[in-house]
């Protein structure tokens, strides 16, 4: 093993020598200092906290450092700066960059945080690598997220995940059961993504919005639903999700009637084995109920190196002080994203100075990011021709009924959009069979709260949302920008952006 290290650094080092000799222009030219920003949230209860990735962007800084030839000469000057999840985030870049723009910003992950930081950035042609910014909006290139590369697969590479199931196991309808916060509203993106292939596919689709903040959960009214849909597809919390699957387990559905699934995609701790207990009376029915549950959930991949890269990471955050997760949680889809980030920009970069631009080509060398794989931290990163992370998905069932424990089934694989079954799986669980009637009368078809215009919503509100903020930043500071031209348009669009907001709030309404 050591020889043949040896011998394999001795051949990279003949490589970069002749590589000296041979472009001797080349590498004397790459001596390059790299402003990167890094917007993300101070606060640790994010997976993606300031705390928890700086350990990985530290790490890739070293590992080019140290990488005798293509980056060694790249020099990145990082700075961090609060996201917060909301405003903050736009604040902070334009304060920023009033002094000095960065060549690269790093994050946000939040969705409404990361729509202002990258159409600004965007409008600067500064690029954009976020783990983040999931939401289906972003996947439109075209204008104002032209800057953007997203190296964590989004929610639309997740759905392909539910649509190759429904292709393979021949299924018709779905109910989306989701608890949405009105404000970081994850689980609302998370299941648009779903909502917006299925949807292209003329699947039948039913939509159970819940606000557990707000009122308590009526069950017996989503259990109303699930007599109509084969599949029910949920996010929501760990608690939520018990009660439905309680509910539904005394009323039958869990015998094969129904396929249910809930997306946990990066918090590992919180499903899995174990995760129907609680320790009250209901624990020996909610083992049974959750027989009948599949969690769908990121593919982790593991290599060699992905080893000593969580060890550094796990002992930076807790050195930080950032405790309160279970020891895989440290080390999270984020944290590896950013990691990856900065390598795949470093390799763009390459490219582009070869070609004769600089870091200050933005276009450029986001495109370079683009249509490629490299090899990132726990594996193969393929970026697609929309500069989108292809995704792997995982799904896990209970395969041990008397232990309660749960085991990956399935997997789905979106570079070729396969699935692979493993050992785990029974066909059986996934058929449906003795489809009952509804004894409940028809209700009004209410699928309509995530259609095409509650998703323009987001991008208006979100595209008013900034507009505002920058005019109203900008009037703050006295800078002179007229935005006079554009006041009648956005007129209209708050016109349009409350009507949307008022949609959302009476399907809501109906449904409950
Ligand atoms: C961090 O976020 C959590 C959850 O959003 C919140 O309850 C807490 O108050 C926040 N802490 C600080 C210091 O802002
Ligand atoms: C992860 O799941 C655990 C267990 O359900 C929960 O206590 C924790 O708050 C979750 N973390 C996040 C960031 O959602
Ligand atoms: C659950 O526990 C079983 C047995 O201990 C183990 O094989 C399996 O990998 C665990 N599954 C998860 C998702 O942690
Ligand atoms: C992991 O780290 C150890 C010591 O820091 C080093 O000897 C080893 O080569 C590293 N392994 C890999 C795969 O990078
Ligand atoms: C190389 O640079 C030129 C001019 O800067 C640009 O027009 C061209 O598109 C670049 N090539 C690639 C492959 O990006
Ligand atoms: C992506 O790259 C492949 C070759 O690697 C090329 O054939 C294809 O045209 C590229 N697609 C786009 C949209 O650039
Ligand atoms: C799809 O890709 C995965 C991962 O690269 C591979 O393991 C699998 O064999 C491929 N499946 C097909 C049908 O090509």
């Not at 109910?175 to 917006?196: A, P, S």
């Not at 849909?229 to 699957?245: F, H, K, L, P, Q």
């Not at 582009?352 to 683009?370: C, E, L, P, Y």
Request: aromatic content about 12%.
């Amino acid at each position: 093993m050591s020889f043949l290290s040896a011998n394999l650094s001795c051949l990279l080092q003949c490589c970069v020598y002749v590589s000296l000799l041979l472009l001797p222009v080349w590498t004397s030219a790459i001596n390059e200092d790299i402003d990167v920003l890094v917007i993300l949230p101070k606060n640790n209860s994010y997976l993606f906290s300031i705390s928890r990735v700086t350990p990985a962007i530290e790490y890739a800084r070293r590992k080019m450092r140290s990488d005798v030839g293509l980056y060694s000469g790249f020099n990145f000057n990082v700075h961090y700066d609060n996201s917060d999840c909301g405003n903050e985030a736009l604040f902070n870049l334009v304060d920023r960059s009033c002094k000095k723009k960065p060549d690269l910003i790093l994050g946000p992950v939040c969705e409404y945080a990361a729509a202002q930081v990258v159409r600004m950035a965007s409008h600067w042609n500064i690029p954009v690598i976020s783990a983040g910014a999931l939401a289906t909006g972003f996947s439109n290139k075209e204008k104002e997220y032209s800057h953007l590369t997203r190296v964590a697969p989004s929610y639309l590479k997740m759905a392909e995940t539910f649509s190759a199931m429904f292709h393979h196991f021949g299924w018709k309808t779905a109910l989306f059961i989701f608890d949405d916060d009105k404000e970081e509203r994850n689980c609302y993106f998370t299941l648009e993504g779903v909502h917006n292939i299925l949807h292209s596919e003329d699947y039948k689709i039913d939509i159970f919005e819940i606000h557990p903040k707000d009122y308590r959960v009526d069950i017996e009214e989503i259990i109303k639903y699930t007599y109509e849909s084969e599949v029910i597809i949920m996010c929501a919390g760990a608690n939520v999700i018990r009660d439905i699957m309680l509910a539904a387990h005394r009323r039958m559905f869990t015998s094969g009637t129904n396929v249910f699934f809930n997306i946990e995609l990066f918090n590992s701790s919180s499903y899995g084995n174990g995760s129907w207990k609680r320790g009250d009376k209901y624990d020996a029915e909610a083992k049974q109920a959750y027989a009948a549950l599949n969690t769908v959930t990121l593919l982790r991949s593991v290599k060699e190196e992905f080893e000593n890269f969580s060890v550094e990471v796990k002992k930076a955050t807790q050195k930080a002080g950032v405790y309160g997760y279970e020891d895989g949680d440290n080390v999270n889809v984020f944290v590896e994203g950013f990691h990856d980030a900065l390598l795949l920009y470093a390799l763009a970069l390459g490219e582009v100075m070869k070609n004769g631009s600089n870091k200050k080509d933005g276009a450029q060398i986001t495109h370079r990011m683009w249509n490629r794989s490299f090899e990132g931290i726990a594996g193969q990163v393929s970026i697609d021709a929309n500069g989108d992370r292809s995704g792997d998905f995982s799904v896990m069932a209970m395969t041990d009924h008397e232990a309660g424990t749960f085991e990956v089934v399935m997997n789905y694989f979106g570079i070729n959009g396969s699935i692979q079954v493993l050992p785990g799986f029974s066909r059986e669980r996934f058929t449906l069979k003795d489809r009952h009637r509804n004894p409940f009368p028809e209700h009004p078809n209410k699928s309509c709260g995530l259609g095409v215009s509650a998703v323009t919503g987001i991008i208006v509100g979100a595209l008013l949302g900034t507009a505002m903020l920058i005019s109203f930043y900008f009037f703050r500071k006295n800078y002179r920008i007229t935005i006079e031209r554009r006041t009648q348009r956005e007129d209209c669009n708050i016109g349009k952006h409350r009507q949307l907001r008022e949609d959302s709030i009476r399907s809501n309404f109906s449904a409950a």
